[in-house]
């Protein structure tokens, strides 16, 4: 039986393919779009494929018990029917580079960086393959393998988009166990509540997971001074509803539970949120008469007829920053944030602290985004962008 081995970086992966085809980019010549993505697609004979694809990029957990890990399993082996290409979604993998040899008929792919590139979707299937591969012969089940290029800058989205699955399965049992109660009963009031949805076929524009990674910067208990810095709230929505179900169980709606303390404070930090996306422009602005924010790489600004909302409370906006830019800025605000009477409650008045170090924070943000080349995605979960802010939110409120 195959086994995965563990893997360093950077890597090289060498395999034969049965078909190899790059898909054009849509966008290569346009001003909009992503246009640096570039898709490649390959069939594969289940016995070539590598046994050291990276799997540190796939946000789930491979459990080969499940359901569907059956199902995949049944038909990798079902002998009757030869079409395990067909009706297995596939793999997706991320990569720095890929070419195909037209003449030995094998793909060279480059994995680089552990963070965002390797395996994206697909994970079950991948494992199964590796368990159960030595009871087929050459030729005789393919796979089919979706390699994407130049997709750093996008890959919490693709990751988040491609794997919807396991984290609707996680918010529906959370949601059937009634563990949301203390959002819903915290936020009832709030005007975008009814745009939320908890778990699977619901209707909403706002997805619990998003209220989650959010509330989550604000957990003193597990993030309680700026060496411990919630970047897991932007690099990892699914493990931020982990830990919320995780003290639930453990706290149930006790006091000691920290989202029952922090409920006072919870329409605070959305409306934070919200302020902070809406000024974003003007922050910049404020630091750079002469700049344009909108031609910073991840900001998406209007087009004629078009109308930018905040996230939650629907106001109109300039221009739309990506989470790589609001998220450390809203994390930072965490500093205020202390224990009082059993309840969460600010130290000073955040809206009142966001007016005076807003543009000292965008600043600082947009330029470590430059030094990083102009990634809003590696800015997210860059450790030392978090502890900056913190510490410039932390000054500023002593003042």
């Known amino acids: 039986m195959s086994e995965i081995h563990p893997v360093n970086y950077p890597i090289t992966l060498v395999f034969q393919a049965q078909s190899f085809r790059r898909i054009p980019n849509p966008y290569i010549k346009s001003e909009s779009g992503e246009q640096e993505a570039n898709m490649y697609m390959a069939i594969c004979d289940v016995k070539s494929l590598p046994d050291t694809i990276p799997m540190e990029t796939n946000p789930r957990e491979q459990n080969l018990k499940t359901n569907v890990a059956k199902k995949i399993k049944a038909s990798l082996l079902n002998p009757s029917n030869l079409d395990f290409y067909l009706l297995n979604r596939g793999i997706l993998l991320s990569a720095k580079q890929v070419s195909f040899n037209n003449y030995s008929n094998e793909i060279t792919i480059v994995f680089s960086d552990p963070e965002v590139h390797g395996n994206v979707d697909g994970g079950h299937t991948y494992r199964t393959i590796l368990k159960y591969r030595d009871s087929l012969d050459v030729g005789q089940q393919y796979v089919k393998i979706e390699i994407l290029t130049g997709v750093e800058g996008i890959f919490q989205s693709l990751a988040a988009a491609r ?9 529906s049992i959370a949601e059937l166990e009634d563990r949301f109660d203390i959002i819903k009963n915290a936020l009832k009031d709030q005007p ?48 931020c509803i982990d830990l919320y179900i995780q003290d639930h169980k453990e706290f149930g709606e006790s006091g000691e539970n920290p989202y029952i303390k922090m409920k006072r404070i919870m329409p605070d930090i959305f409306k934070l949120y919200d302020t902070i996306e809406r000024n974003m422009n003007n922050y910049y602005r404020a630091k750079n008469p002469g700049g344009r924010y909108g031609a910073t790489k991840g900001v998406v600004v209007p087009k004629q007829g078009q109308e930018l909302k905040s996230k939650f409370l629907c106001e109109p906006m ?30 000073k008045d955040p809206f009142a602290i966001l ?17 990083l080349g102009n990634n809003p995605q590696s800015t997210g979960k860059d450790i030392n962008l978090w502890k900056t802010l913190y510490m410039t939110v932390a000054m500023v409120s002593m003042d």
């Not at 794997?163 to 918010?171: A, F, H, L, P, Y």
């Open 355 to 371: 007016n005076k170090v807003g543009p000292e924070l965008v600043e600082s943000t947009i330029s470590m985004s430059r030094s």
């Open 163 to 171: 794997n919807t699955s396991v984290q609707v399965q996680d918010k």
């Open 318 to 347: 300039d221009a739309q920053s990506p989470n790589g830019f609001i998220y450390p800025i809203l994390g930072a605000f965490r500093v205020l944030v202390a224990e009082e009477d059993g309840y969460y409650t600010w130290k």
């Open 192 to 239: 975008y509540m009814d745009r939320v949805f908890f778990k699977e076929n619901d209707f909403g524009e706002i997805d619990v997971a998003d209220l989650l990674s959010i509330l989550m910067m604000f957990n003193i208990k597990r993030f309680p001074d700026r060496e411990a810095l919630p970047v897991i709230s932007y690099s990892g929505k699914k493990r």
